[in-house]
């Protein structure tokens, strides 16, 4: 099985271009520093170390599109797909290899305001807000009132 799921920020702004052809597809490029988890901070031997994997990502057709309009540099976006990797030789005749993330799926990963990446349009996000149970007791759960039966609970 073949599938990657991803957290990260943009580090730069999307690339979008069009395939020749017939038919031609949108294809963006952008690559995400998605930090590696498990790694002791202010360590003084892995302050020179790197902290984050910078992670190849393409997107086509609507997706594309999608994340030409609405991503930003500094943004933090989840990412699902499957790893490709490739290989080609450079001008200097060197063999070069590739790894890259193709999208099945992206989204947002912060609320509209929580992002700071600078972009004053917004990128056409509205979280939904949840209202807090009235009911609620000091574990985060919520009273069940008497009377309620369990016969319409889906588990028992």
Request: aromatic share 10%; hydrophobic share 30%.
């Amino acid at each position: 099985m073949n599938r990657v799921i991803l957290m990260g920020r943009l580090t730069r702004d999307p690339e979008l271009r069009y395939s020749q052809g017939e038919r031609s597809m949108a294809i963006t490029r952008y690559t995400l520093a998605v930090d590696r988890r498990g790694r002791a901070r202010g360590n003084q031997d892995d302050d020179q170390s790197q902290t984050a994997d910078f992670i190849n990502i393409v997107a086509f057709d609507k997706a594309a599109e999608f994340a030409k309009k609405y991503f930003f540099q500094g943004m933090r976006v989840l990412v699902s797909g499957r790893i490709q990797t490739g290989s080609y030789t450079n001008k200097e005749g060197q063999r070069v290899y590739t790894t890259e993330v193709i999208v099945d799926d992206q989204e947002f990963a912060d609320s509209k305001n929580a992002n700071s990446g600078g972009n004053s349009g917004g990128y056409g996000y509205q979280p939904t807000s949840r209202p807090s149970p009235s009911s609620a007791i000091g574990d985060g759960f919520m009273n069940i009132p008497d009377g309620v039966e369990d016969e319409g609970l889906p588990f028992n």
